[in-house]
């Protein structure tokens, strides 16, 4: 199985628009015999992480919320394998981590969820904004892993940035901006499998509707090419990531992970993936289950 999430941090609306994208063009796809990797994998999309965040988001002058209603980065608040030595982040910083790893729910929900679901789970990719950049570990540290991993996300990097299109590059995150506390170390430092952060292209975190469907698509060629990519890695290329369709949607993810959910992410897909996401939320991350035939 594999599973993407999105919008863990509130403001970055154009993840959440192009993570459903995919989905709903994977759908579009087994709807036209078409191959997708869900052929291949289950495949789990949660679309709104930060379900409280993302309403806040909404609210008049917050547009640029990042932090969950508790004002903690979620992307900062992961179990840590390295320390931080700036060890006194204020409450303030957009990057606050919170008083102690995993100490919020959306954080715990998801953690328990993943560990439950370890044994079928192959790779994570969590979707941001707006770099335009394929991100693998590590994150916390400029050192490389060392165990012939590096190798194989290099390439798995190379690949996806190059099916995502031309506004896309790969690197190491930490080569970006050393980070602790993020989702994709905790994950690959946790259960040594393939994750990555996709950051959709852009210059401003509120994107124009005109770019939807262009990042959405980037995003769906991406994930199409991640889940290719983790046949590689795990050594098992096996061909191309497809067949004929087939598979049904259903089921809920994520559990007891936030409040409400209201409102649109960014609009209208063209597919049929733009409408509503959430409505009353009432604990869940209103994750989707699209399990493989």
């Given at each position: 199985?594999?599973?993407?999430?999105?919008?863990?941090?509130?403001?970055?609306?154009?993840?959440?628009?192009?993570?459903?994208?995919?989905?709903?063009?994977?759908?579009?796809?087994?709807?036209?015999?078409?191959?997708?990797?869900?052929?291949?994998?289950?495949?789990?999309?949660?679309?709104?992480?930060?379900?409280?965040?993302?309403?806040?988001?909404?609210?008049?002058?917050?547009?640029?919320?990042?932090?969950?209603?508790?004002?903690?980065?979620?992307?900062?608040?992961?179990?840590?394998?390295?320390?931080?030595?700036?060890?006194?982040?204020?409450?303030?910083?957009?990057?606050?981590?919170?008083?102690?790893?995993?100490?919020?729910?959306?954080?715990?929900?998801?953690?328990?969820?993943?560990?439950?679901?370890?044994?079928?789970?192959?790779?994570?990719?969590?979707?941001?904004?707006?770099?335009?950049?394929?991100?693998?570990?590590?994150?916390?540290?400029?050192?490389?892993?060392?165990?012939?991993?590096?190798?194989?996300?290099?390439?798995?990097?190379?690949?996806?940035?190059?099916?995502?299109?031309?506004?896309?590059?790969?690197?190491?995150?930490?080569?970006?901006?050393?980070?602790?506390?993020?989702?994709?170390?905790?994950?690959?430092?946790?259960?040594?499998?393939?994750?990555?952060?996709?950051?959709?292209?852009?210059?401003?975190?509120?994107?124009?509707?005109?770019?939807?469907?262009?990042?959405?698509?980037?995003?769906?060629?991406?994930?199409?090419?991640?889940?290719?990519?983790?046949?590689i890695f795990e050594g098992n290329s096996g061909g191309n990531v497809g067949g004929n369709g087939g598979g049904n949607v259903g089921g809920n993810v994520g559990g007891n992970?936030?409040?409400?959910?209201?409102?649109?992410?960014?609009?209208?897909?063209?597919?049929?993936?733009?409408?509503?996401?959430?409505?009353?939320?009432?604990?869940?991350s209103g994750g989707i289950f699209f399990p493989k035939d």
């Amino acid at each position: 199985s594999l599973y993407f999430q999105s919008l863990a941090h509130a403001r970055e609306w154009i993840a959440g628009s192009s993570n459903l994208y995919a989905l709903s063009s994977i759908l579009d796809d087994i709807a036209n015999g078409k191959k997708t990797a869900a052929d291949k994998f289950n495949l789990y999309f949660v679309p709104i992480v930060n379900i409280d965040g993302y309403d806040i988001s909404w609210t008049n002058g917050k547009r640029l919320q990042r932090k969950n209603a508790n004002e903690v980065d979620l992307n900062r608040n992961w179990l840590q394998y390295t320390t931080n030595p700036k060890t006194k982040i204020p409450v303030t910083d957009e990057t606050f981590p919170g008083l102690r790893p995993a100490s919020e729910p959306e954080t715990q929900g998801i953690a328990k969820w993943l560990h439950e679901k370890n044994s079928e789970l192959s790779g994570w990719v969590d979707v941001h904004s707006v770099l335009g950049a394929i991100l693998y570990p590590y994150g916390d540290t400029k050192d490389r892993i060392g165990n012939g991993d590096d190798e194989k996300f290099q390439r798995l990097g190379r690949n996806v940035a190059a099916a995502a299109g031309r506004n896309y590059r790969s690197q190491t995150a930490g080569s970006f901006g050393v980070a602790f506390g993020a989702f994709d170390d905790y994950l690959y430092r946790t259960y040594k499998k393939p994750v990555v952060t996709i950051e959709v292209a852009g210059r401003h975190f509120v994107a124009h509707v005109s770019t939807i469907r262009t990042r959405g698509e980037e995003i769906y060629r991406a994930l199409t090419q991640f889940a290719q990519e983790v046949l590689i890695f795990e050594g098992n290329s096996g061909g191309n990531v497809g067949g004929n369709g087939g598979g049904n949607v259903g089921g809920n993810v994520g559990g007891n992970v936030g409040g409400n959910v209201g409102g649109n992410v960014g609009g209208n897909s063209g597919t049929n993936s733009g409408g509503n996401v959430g409505g009353n939320g009432g604990g869940n991350s209103g994750g989707i289950f699209f399990p493989k035939d």
